[in-house]
T-cell receptor, first 111, second 113 residues
Framework: DADVTQTPRNRITKTGKRIMLECSQT?????MYWYRQDPGLGLRLIYY???????NKGEISDGYSVSRQAQAKFSLSLESAIPNQTALYFC??????????FGPGTRLTVL | DAKTTQPPSMDCAEGRAANLPCNHS???????VYWYRQIHSQGPQYIIH???NNETNEMASLIITEDRKSSTLILPHATLRDTAVYYC??????????????FGTGTSLTVIP
């Protein structure tokens, strides 16, 4: 089984809809991250969390929110989706040693 | 975190060594050099990291210059499956900014049959 899983893998939605992307990990890591990737660009950090009670904004957090329900679960929400949030979204985990493990990605399309 | 500069693209013949350069002239003394790669639309994959000594693992070798201002990732015998975007990242092992990685646009490596 994969160490980091993301659901759904693909999602098409309409402008204004609320969307939740989920991430689960079996690595036992405290640190979890959400990134987005736009075509031809590198990854940009949205939010990160060091533990269940810790939530921090990344460089592009506007329009997004997160919830760390448990050590193993970190969800990303788009409260009111807009077309420029169409992107590939990655969840990642890390130990204190910094090696990050990424999920397979969620491809989100906002029409 | 220090910034890095990588060529946008490179080609390599299958079976030959692929040498991917990275400049990080503003690297600080406690910052490590990390390499990740991303195969088309998959999640990035960790390759290797180092501080100042050269490192080797089953995937690649990392050569860091003595002044630490640049490094080279070496894939000793490139295969078609090594075609990917390779990211060079420098950062300390623990950071008040959240331990996140700043991914630039990397080097797109194409292995040619």
């Amino acid at each position: 089984d994969a160490d980091v899983t993301q659901t759904p893998r693909n999602r098409i939605t309409k402008t204004g809809k609320r969307i939740m992307l989920e991430c689960s990990q079996t690595k036992g890591h405290d640190r979890m991250y959400w990134y987005r990737q736009d075509p031809g660009l590198g990854l940009r950090l949205i939010y990160y969390s060091f533990d269940v009670k810790d939530i921090n904004k990344g460089e592009i957090s506007d329009g997004y929110s997160v919830s760390r329900q448990a050590q193993a679960k970190f969800s990303l929400s788009l409260e009111s989706a807009i077309p420029n949030q169409t992107a590939l979204y990655f969840c990642a985990t890390a130990s204190y040693l910094n090696e990050q493990f990424f999920g397979p990605g969620t491809r989100l399309t906002v029409l | 975190d220090a910034k890095t500069t990588q060529p946008p693209s490179m080609d390599c013949a299958e079976g030959r060594a692929a040498n991917l350069p990275c400049n990080h002239s503003t690297i600080s003394g406690n910052e490590y050099v990390y390499w990740y790669r991303q195969i088309h639309s998959q999640g990035p994959q960790y390759i290797i990291h180092g501080l100042k000594n050269n490192e080797t693992n089953e995937m690649a070798s990392l050569i860091i210059t003595e002044d630490r201002k640049s490094s080279t990732l070496i894939l000793p015998h490139a295969t078609l499956r090594d075609t990917a975007v390779y990211y060079c990242i420098v950062r300390p092992p623990s950071s008040n900014t959240g331990n996140q990685f700043y991914f630039g646009t990397g080097t797109s490596l194409t292995v040619i049959p």
